[in-house]
């Protein structure tokens, strides 16, 4: 008693009013596990204070006023040496102080211990290396090269960002815009934001183990509503010069679901398009989460994806072609989802540029994926969707598997072929070099081996063609007989008085002769052209 103001007062009443009662203390600061520790330093016995218990200790000590006046070395410069000592000087310990604040939270702001907590937890984020992070996905899901003496420490560094998810949101929001306030590393919010949302947000992380997730159950955001609040209001405190984009397309599914405002998920696709060379053929393939769209994936958000990336990306730069090989990617695992139609996969392959793909074989790959799956197509959406395709970019298996292929239209194949046998040509001419003073003849032989090799596989190509234009002029020449029978008969009927009109006029078949007889001219022509070279 001798060391508490309170107490003593609050006895000395009784005593003098002779009224002997219970003495209640009102909304006494950490309950009865703290005072019963305040009676046993009180009376000398030997208690051990930690970080845990120095908060409300130092409240309770405020509440009884037991200040050096009473007696020397009181409980209040106690506790107060204590968190001066063995918490403010230590990241981990003061976030525990903080979190022991909230039982204590009027005492503890009127007495200015959170808002110490707060300082001292920025000061010391301060110098924390962003590029020391021990599994901190700065190369975006790469296994991050780690200096194994450096392990122990960077451990140390991962361990107090997810101490700060266990602050309730008001709290660590006020930790956050205390980070942004002062010179932090952008890096350092970013991640203390990020692993907050993982943690109180199921399904940002796919890779979230069992662990982490039951250890978070006491802490998840209980209603939706309350997540979409908390994913709204950590997505508007991101740092603009932060680039971990595969945490982005966490957040952005997680908003995608949660239906989250226009603002937040425009916010995040206008990030991860800016980066957008750094994302990866998993994080693109998001599910189409609406009943409005059919498709497996969600396309129009790629497509929007794609279009914040081009409105700020160079023509000549190199991360166009990333994208390029990136999007190609998508374009081939998306091909083959029946419910895909021919304008969302036209409006995607066409929206690169010609500079981002250096060869068309993935975007060849996904178009031959795409026609075999959606066989049913009409031969006008084919042609268009091939027109998208340089048959220039195509390397020399693209061009020998796409002579082949009986599912592209026949324009395309033809273009294939004829480009084929030119660049045969080019080779040829371009493989004996003749020097300047016309002695000597240097001739290539690796190039003339491979060109020996072209033009076998091309004759191959000619020949296939070739069968296939004589059945065309069989097939053409057999309906003209056909014809022409029909029509001969119908003139004998004609003048029998069956009628006046032949088949073909009457069904308005127009046919001439002249076209198949052409052909054949034209192919015996190139035959005897050709046997004669």
């Keep these: 008693m001798s060391k508490s103001k309170k107490l003593h007062q609050l006895i000395t009443e009784q005593e003098q009013s002779k009224v002997y009662s219970h003495i209640k203390l009102e909304n006494f600061p950490g309950g009865s596990e703290i005072f019963e520790m305040v009676i046993k330093i009180s009376y000398g016995f030997k208690v051990d204070i930690s970080v845990s218990t120095a908060v409300p200790l130092r409240c309770a000590a405020e509440y009884l006023e037991m200040t050096e006046e009473y007696s020397p070395e009181n409980l209040i410069s106690k506790t107060e040496k204590f968190l001066s000592e063995f918490v403010f000087t230590n990241v981990q310990e003061s976030i525990k102080a903080l979190k022991a604040c909230e039982s204590v939270s009027s005492l503890a702001e009127s007495l200015c211990i959170t808002e110490q907590c707060i300082d001292s937890i920025v000061f010391q984020a301060s110098s924390t290396d962003p590029s020391s992070f021990y599994g901190w996905p700065i190369n975006n899901g790469g296994i991050f090269t780690v200096d194994r003496k450096k392990q122990s420490k960077d451990s140390k560094t991962e361990l107090w960002f997810e101490d700060l998810t266990e602050l309730s949101f008001p709290i660590f929001r006020r930790v956050i815009l205390s ?49 979409r609040e908390l994913l709204e209001t ?45 994302a990866t053929l998993d994080d693109l393939l998001i599910p189409s989460y609406s009943y409005l769209n059919e498709t497996l994936y969600d396309i129009d958000l790629v497509e929007r994806l794609l279009r914040r990336f081009l409105e700020n990306v160079a023509v000549s730069s190199s991360s166009l072609t990333v994208v390029g090989r990136l999007i190609d990617g998508v374009l081939g695992e998306i091909a083959s989802d029946a419910n895909l139609k021919p304008e969302q996969f036209y409006n995607l392959a066409v ?36 027109s998208v395709m340089d ?33 045969l040509r080019q080779v040829i001419t371009g493989t004996l070099l003749t020097e300047e003073d016309g002695d000597k003849t240097v001739v290539d032989l690796g190039r003339w081996k491979e060109a020996v090799k072209e033009n076998q596989v091309l004759r191959l190509d000619m020949d296939t063609m070739r069968t296939r234009v004589n059945q065309l002029e069989k097939e053409c020449l057999y309906l003209k007989k056909v014809i022409a029978k029909i029509d001969k008969e119908s003139l004998l009927k004609a003048k ?38």
């Design 496 to 533: 029998h008085g069956a009628g006046k009109w032949s088949i073909g006029k009457k069904f308005g078949c127009k046919f001439s002769a002249q076209v198949c007889d052409s052909q054949e001219a034209t192919m015996v022509d190139r035959r005897s052209r050709r046997f004669l070279s």
């Design 351 to 386: 929206l690169l540029p010609v500079q981002a793909r250096v060869y068309d074989d993935g975007l060849y790959r996904a178009v031959d994926i795409y026609f075999k799956t959606h066989s049913w197509i009409l031969e006008e959406e084919k042609e268009k969707i091939c």
């Design 234 to 278: 950590i997505t508007s405190d991101l740092p603009l010069t932060a680039t971990t984009t595969r945490s982005l397309f966490g957040l952005l599914r997680a908003a995608i679901i949660l239906n989250a405002s226009e603002n937040c998920r425009k916010f995040l696709e206008k990030k991860i398009g800016s980066n957008l060379e750094k």
């Design 179 to 227: 980070m942004k306030s002062s010179v932090l590393s952008p890096e350092i919010v970013e991640r203390s934001l990020l692993t907050y949302a993982k943690k109180h947000i199921p399904g940002i992380s796919r890779s979230s183990s069992a662990s982490s997730s039951s250890s978070s159950s006491s802490t998840t955001i209980a209603s939706e509503n309350q997540q």
């Design 391 to 423: 048959c220039r970019k195509l390397t020399v298996e693209g061009c020998t598997h796409a002579a082949q292929n009986e599912r592209l239209p026949l324009r395309a194949v033809v273009q294939v072929l004829f480009l084929e046998q030119l660049q």
